[in-house]
């Protein structure tokens, strides 16, 4: 990777993570359990010279002989050398082709919104009010399943509960309609309900386009590679905030016509993933490492590892870019 990038001229930071963890229960009362995995992330950044443009890209893979390290490199440099001399563009809402390492970024803050007691309790965009939920009812294009499965190969995860009760596969959103919320077993005997996790690591459905079909069918739109600096703005409404990154191109009539600087955006995955143009097929995305914070343990969903997701690239309508930034 290092020379990729240095016979490219260009200036590069990576982060390359192995794992082997397992983890065991048993209790007095004969419940045994145990669990283990592995996993793997590759990241790279790659920046030119005078730091005025910056391409990433990566891979995960629960198997370390399946991630193209080379890939990781060649494309992150491509994406830099490529937005070079970037221009601006004026904010508003856009036609946006998200690739599966900006839609992942998008998605994950979202997971907490299947949870049950928050939902009936009228705190997020599941929420009917004053109390209950919208089960049942249509609350995605009809195109997107959203599905959790511990035996997944590429989106598995810790089969059971931390006291060894067992995670069952769950869908949560079948063509476009909440099938099902997250209840905790206490809430699920009070309520009468099947109990499960917060879905922090699910796989979404998709369709067969490729990026490259996107962008000829584009007839202006704003070609996304990254997203980072992810807020909840507002859990009620899903609303998250952040900035472009690492490779943003303008697209006209069906070709790159240039780079340009980046974004700030405020949007919705309640409201994009109703506005899809097209959808491609879904791949676990790289999410990069970000430490964890002090008072997270064995498990937690912010912790790299991450849980994986696998999400399809995809275009949307009007995705709200609200100002310039001056990120690279």
Known sequence: MIDVVRSAGLVAAGF????????AVMNKDGLESYYRETDCECTMTARTADGTSSGWHGQANRDWGKVEAHVVAATAVDIA???????????????AILTPLAVVQLVHL????FDA??????????????????????????RLSMSSDPADADGGYRPDFAGGM???????????????????????????????????SFRMSGGSASIESMIAACQEGILVNR??????SDASKGTVTGVTRDGCFLVRQGKIVQPVKNFRFRDSPWFFLNNILSLGVPVRAAFGYTPPAADESFGDSTAW??????VPPMMVQDFNF???????
């Open 166 to 200: 067992p995670e069952p596969k769950m869908t949560w959103v079948e063509n476009g309609v909440l099938t099902n919320l997250a209840y905790s077993p206490w809430y699920a005997m009070e309520t009468g309900q099947r109990y499960a996790g917060d879905p922090w």
């Open 81 to 95: 050398q490529r937005g070079a001399n970037p221009k601006a563009v004026e904010p508003g809402r856009h036609v």
């Open 117 to 142: 007691i928050q939902t009936d309790s009228g705190g997020t965009p599941f929420s009917m009010h004053p109390t209950g939920s919208k089960r049942g009812l249509r609350v995605f294009d009809r």
């Open 16 to 23: 390359v993570g192995v794992m082997a963890r397992c983890a």
């Open 322 to 328: 609200t100002s310039l930034a001056e990120a690279v």
């Open 227 to 232: 997203v980072s600096n992810l807020e909840l």
């Open 305 to 310: 590892p991450r849980r994986p997701i696998i």
């Open 110 to 113: 979202m997971t907490s919104a």
